[in-house]
């Protein structure tokens, strides 16, 4: 005790020392209360020294483990001990009385108080926003929470807390320099602290920040918000925002007059967004952007068209004329959904800037990773590598980000190497009420806007009825991404005028919500008032403003009874140079060859099996690998990993960038593909030997993705839409968990061609195969995809001689289920190589033109030729056991120069040398064939029964199918398939057989019976049902006297 004792004493009298010279009257106070120091507050339990004792001897223990204030004082405290040595050592025990200990009161008590202050003003900053004034209507907490924490001072007694009272309000107090608030004063007051804190963070701004782990970045904040004057505006500043704010405002009132009864989600009651997004776009072009790229809801969409992207106003009214006709490029959608691209110069900095929307479905934050994906594919052609030319901004409803896990999965890509898009704005639409759900049962977290915090991402809450915060905070968001490259939040803290829709009634469900609602105040008239009494614009030139947008408005209407026909092709959000004619169909309707020239085969297949680095050592297992592709380079032979490498390989020299994303393919799921190879000896050196085949080919991206499917497979859409001249691929880890990205799948891939008139190629590689791993690794649900495909089973087609082509050209996408590595080399080059001549227009993606140079690719300079690029989706049911079967390798032959996919695989053993002679015509397709190949071989079936494979499932080669039928005429038709009945292929076959050959010659089912799991978990079981469709396959006599 007598050591702590001694401690105190010596702190006491050096805080003495060291606050004088900063002129801080350590005794000149004389209306402090007798009675002995209070104690700082974290040490209440733990004696009046504990607090100091700790800091103490953790400092001597580790200097940096305390802060640096501390590491200060006792640094100087013990070089002012050394330079003294005559100096009397201070007592061992204090004295119980005398003027020793008032003076060492004084000085403990000067200490303790100031790192009260320092706590008080930390408070500030971590919880100030729990009583920020947020709500626009003042009925509800933001946070949802009406706790006061209780070290805010919001009442005087709470001064308690830090053991200050009222009389020490008017001492000053040096200021940490975790602070701004004195701007260039080094000391306040303690009231005047308190009210510098509480303007700063308890009004109409609220900031979460704290909990960031950057110093920097706190301080950068912090700075932004709390220096003195910052908020300050020009009067022509305050114009162009009262500007801003009649057209968000008079565009809402002008559609609810002339649409009283249509739905329209607008944006009343978060009329300022429109301005936010402005200020947001302004500052970010005055800081070097060219390009940015929004994702957003339906809510407030058509204002954003009309005010932020500047879509024709006659184009956003026509869409309400219940009279007007479609054209027939698609099925279109609602006017709400559409998205927009546009080219325009932003009047506050007089530079270009690129806006694109992107249409989003009713699936809320569906769109976002979409968004990130092609901000991220813009950044890369454009060679942008730190986000200093394209940014994204996504728009989020309160519920809608609180509540969808597709906003965690996006937010968890923003850091990734591979899928960073340096920096995101977020915007929230806070209309505190979801639909009709209260918040209070939508989620379980104080803010809507918690997710963002796994990311360390700054929030920024404020409340819309002051429209300078707004603009402020989205100024500060808009230089924070473009400082740190990293995302932020700014949550509008609004309401929702109306119900969900106009439509709908709110009272029902929300009375008290909306009867305060109907008695707001809106935000353009409370700013109008503001700006009149402060002289900063007149009355009548508030007035001539809204009549001048009236005006703009009506003359707008007036043109837009004019327009009879819709053309979706004028809502592209993603426009690619000369894709379309003027007419939008193609000039060509032919298929090139996809074969390429065996030296380039070879050439591919050494590079796959070596190391191109020197000095790099890579696993023993991976050696042997790279030998047996060796092996079969020198064999001319191929298996699937070799296929795919040529292929990707082949496209990579033709200038054409590759994209592989998805768990794990960099390996590759079955360990089969090894495209990044790692040094055993060297932490996180890599090699990618597809990147070192030519010296000017186009670079090859491979990426093991964050665990997720719906984020992921989104984001790679995205990257899709940017250009067409990309092979973009996303491999689910095994195919049947593409199901948690259903809605990309269903809302994007199927129908964005039909609704949004929107092309996009990217490949999806679903690896499926029923081989007895259970239920969650069989399938992956072809039958969906089928049941999606626009063909129609009914029509019989007719067979001209584009006919393979224009049916490419007309479906929604091509579904393939390859059976050898040749046929899945040819259909990923036929899918980027099948091309169409175009004229050249200007559109977003890349601005390239036939001949043009063209800059991007990692800012590799090429030159594009007059062939414009036609991609479809492509789905692909990739093998497993078929990776290394012994049978399932291809040939150079069949994949050099003047050879091509082949949609359907016919017989070409001795049953078709005789067909007259065949019994039983199969059709199957993918892994079952070699399963079907071994049952005929081991019973001698070879002249009887005929194996004919369909590659490509849709659209359906109804005219090579019909060619087998015929030229098998006198044998009985099966289908085959390791599928149950109620999924797999034959729903979707079936009619079509039926289509093209008549109820005369029936197409017999053999396989697994229907079931409600897509495979068994039991080896035996699978096994026993394999042996019985085997055996039905080969039966001949096993459908005599059946009708069909």
């Known amino acids: 005790m007598s050591q702590m004792r001694l401690l105190a004493s010596q702190l006491g009298a050096r805080a003495a020392r060291l606050l004088a010279p900063q002129d801080v009257r350590v005794f000149g106070w004389r209306n402090k209360s007798p009675g002995p120091p209070a104690a700082f507050p974290s040490s209440r339990g733990g004696g009046r020294f504990s607090y100091m004792e700790e800091m103490y001897f953790a400092w001597l223990e580790n200097p940096q483990s305390v802060h640096q204030y501390w590491d200060s004082f006792f640094r100087k405290s013990s070089e002012e001990d050394s330079s003294s040595p005559d100096r009397s050592p201070p007592p061992c025990v204090i004295p119980e009385s005398g003027p020793a200990v008032s003076s060492w009161a004084m000085t403990s008590k000067l200490v303790e108080d100031h790192l009260a202050v320092q706590s008080l003003i930390r408070a500030y900053q971590i919880r100030g926003h729990h009583v920020a004034q947020l709500d626009p209507l003042g009925i509800l907490d933001a946070d949802l929470d009406s706790f006061v924490p209780s070290d805010l001072?919001?009442?005087?007694?709470?001064?308690?807390?830090?053991?200050?009272?009222?009389?020490?309000?008017?001492?000053?107090?040096?200021?940490?320099?975790?602070?701004?608030?004195?701007?260039?004063?080094?000391t306040l007051s303690l009231r005047e602290i308190i009210r510098r804190l509480e303007s700063t963070y308890c009004q109409h701004i609220g900031l979460e920040f704290m909990f960031i782990n950057d110093t920097e970045q706190c301080q950068w904040i912090r700075q932004k918000f709390e220096s003195p004057g910052v908020m300050r505006f020009s009067s022509e500043e305050k114009r162009t925002l009262l500007a801003r704010l009649v057209r968000s405002m008079r565009f809402e009132d002008f559609l609810a007059r002339k649409w009283s009864s249509e739905k329209r989600f607008g944006l009343e009651g978060c009329e300022v967004m429109i301005p936010a997004l402005k200020t947001i776009i302004d500052k970010s072009s005055e800081m070097g952007i060219e390009n940015v790229i929004l994702g957003m809801p339906h809510r407030g969409r058509l204002n954003v068209l009309a005010n932020v992207i500047r879509k024709d106003l006659e184009q956003i009214f026509c869409q309400f004329d219940p009279k007007l006709e479609a054209a027939d490029?698609?099925?279109?959608?609602?006017?709400?959904?559409?998205?927009?691209?546009?080219?325009?110069?932003?009047?506050?900095?007089?530079?270009?800037?690129?806006?694109?929307?992107?249409?989003?479905?009713?699936?809320?934050?569906?769109?976002?990773?979409?968004?990130?994906?092609?901000?991220?594919?813009?950044?890369?052609?454009?060679?942008?590598?730190?986000?200093?030319?394209?940014?994204?901004i996504l728009v989020h409803g309160d519920a809608a980000f609180a509540g969808q896990g597709v906003v965690y999965e996006t937010f968890h890509l923003s850091d990734l190497p591979s899928y960073t898009t340096n920096g995101t704005v977020h915007v929230v639409v806070n209309n505190q009420i979801g639909f009709t759900t209260d918040p209070r049962m939508a989620r379980s977290s104080p803010y809507p806007t918690d997710v963002a915090r796994v990311v360390s991402a700054p929030i920024f809450h404020v409340n819309v009825d002051d429209p300078e915060a707004v603009i402020y905070v989205c100024s500060v968001a808009a230089e924070w991404r473009s400082t740190f490259n990293k995302d932020v939040v700014v949550d509008l803290v609004c309401y929702r005028r109306r119900g969900h829709n106009e439509m709908d009634e709110p009272m029902f469900t929300q009375p008290l919500m909306y009867k305060q609602i109907h008695r707001q105040v809106p935000v353009l008239k409370k700013y109008a008032d503001k700006l009149i009494a402060e002289g900063t614009v007149t009355l009548q030139e508030f007035e001539e403003e809204i009549a001048k947008y009236d005006r703009i408005c009506e003359e707008a209407y007036g043109r837009s009874k004019d327009k009879k026909i819709l053309h979706i092709k004028h809502w592209l959000d993603s426009p690619w140079p000369g894709f379309f004619n003027v007419d939008g169909e193609p000039k060509s309707m032919t298929c090139p060859a996809t074969g390429i020239p065996e030296d380039v085969l070879t050439h591919i297949g050494n590079m796959a099996s070596s190391v191109p680095l020197e000095d790099f050592r890579i696993h023993v297992g991976l050696s042997?690998?790279?030998?047996?592709?060796?092996?079969?380079?020198?064999?001319?032979?191929?298996?699937?990993?070799?296929?795919?490498?040529?292929?990707?390989?082949?496209?990579?020299?033709?200038?054409?960038?590759?994209?592989?994303?998805?768990?794990?393919?960099?390996?590759?799921?079955?360990?089969?593909?090894?495209?990044?190879?790692?040094?055993?000896?060297?932490?996180?050196?890599?090699?990618?030997?597809?990147?070192?085949?030519?010296?000017?080919?186009?670079?090859?991206?491979?990426?093991?993705?964050?665990?997720?499917?719906?984020?992921?497979?989104?984001?790679?859409?995205?990257?899709?839409?940017?250009?067409?001249?990309?092979?973009?691929?996303?491999?689910?880890?095994?195919?049947?968990?593409?199901?948690?990205?259903?809605?990309?799948?269903?809302?994007?891939?199927?129908?964005?061609?039909?609704?949004?008139v929107r092309h996009n190629g990217i490949v999806l590689l679903l690896p499926h195969g029923m081989e007895g791993m259970g239920p969650e690794h069989s399938s992956a649900r072809p039958e969906r995809f089928l049941q999606m495909s626009n063909d129609d089973s009914d029509a019989y087609p007719a067979f001209t001689q584009d006919f393979e082509v224009s049916q490419l050209y007309d479906c929604n996408w091509i579904v393939v289920n390859c059976s050898t590595p040749a046929n899945y080399f040819h259909v990923l080059r036929r899918q980027i190589l099948l091309p169409f001549r175009k004229p050249v227009s200007a559109g977003l993606g890349c601005f390239w033109g036939a001949g043009q140079e063209v800059r991007g690719l990692g800012g590799r300079p090429g030159v594009c030729g007059s062939w414009a690029l036609s991609p479809f989706q492509l789905i692909i049911f990739t093998p497993k056991s078929l990776l290394r079967h012994p049978e399932a390798k291809s040939s150079f032959d069949q994949m050099v120069t003047g050879t091509s996919f082949q949609r359907v695989i016919p017989e070409g053993g001795a049953a078709a040398r005789a067909p007259d002679q065949v019994q039983r015509l199969i059709f199957c397709t993918g892994k079952v064939y070699y399963d079907l190949l071994k049952e005929r071989s081991s019973r001698g079936l070879e002249e009887q029964v005929a194996i004919t494979r369909l590659e490509q499932i849709a659209p359906f080669p109804f005219d090579l199918i019909k060619e087998e039928a015929e030229k098998y005429a006198g044998a009985e038709l099966i289908w085959c398939q390791e599928e149950h009945k109620n999924m797999g292929y034959y729903d979707y076959i079936s009619p079509r057989f039926t289509t093209l050959l008549g109820r005369a010659r029936p197409i017999w089912y053999v396989g697994r019976d229907p079931a409600a799991a897509p495979a068994t978990g039991n080896r035996n079981t699978h096994l026993v049902t394999l042996e019985k469709f085997l055996d039905t396959a080969f039966n001949l006599k096993a459908f005599e006297g059946k009708t069909f």
């Open 153 to 186: 001072i919001t009442t005087i007694d709470k001064l308690a807390f830090y053991d200050l009272r009222e009389a020490d309000l008017d001492k000053e107090f040096q200021l940490p320099t975790t602070t701004f608030i004195g701007g260039s004063e080094n």
């Open 329 to 392: 490029e698609g099925s279109g959608d609602v006017k709400y959904h559409l998205g927009m691209y546009h080219e325009r110069i932003n009047r506050v900095t007089n530079r270009n800037i690129a806006l694109s929307l992107v249409a989003n479905p009713s699936h809320l934050e569906a769109v976002d990773p979409v968004v990130q994906g092609k901000t991220k594919a813009e950044q890369f052609y454009r060679g942008d590598t730190e986000g200093k030319k394209v940014m994204s």
């Open 624 to 756: 042997r690998i790279l030998r047996g592709r060796a092996d079969m380079i020198k064999k001319r032979t191929v298996d699937w990993a070799l296929a795919e490498y040529m292929a990707f390989g082949s496209l990579l020299k033709e200038g054409i960038h590759v994209r592989l994303s998805g768990q794990d393919v960099e390996r590759g799921t079955f360990s089969h593909r090894h495209h990044v190879l790692h040094d055993q000896e060297v932490d996180r050196r890599t090699c990618i030997p597809m990147n070192h085949l030519w010296p000017d080919q186009a670079p090859y991206t491979v990426c093991n993705s964050s665990l997720s499917e719906y984020g992921v497979l989104g984001f790679e859409l995205g990257y899709a839409m940017a250009s067409p001249n990309a092979l973009v691929l996303w491999e689910a880890q095994f195919g049947d968990f593409h199901n948690t990205a259903q809605c990309i799948i269903d809302q994007f891939i199927s129908t964005g061609q039909a609704k949004w």
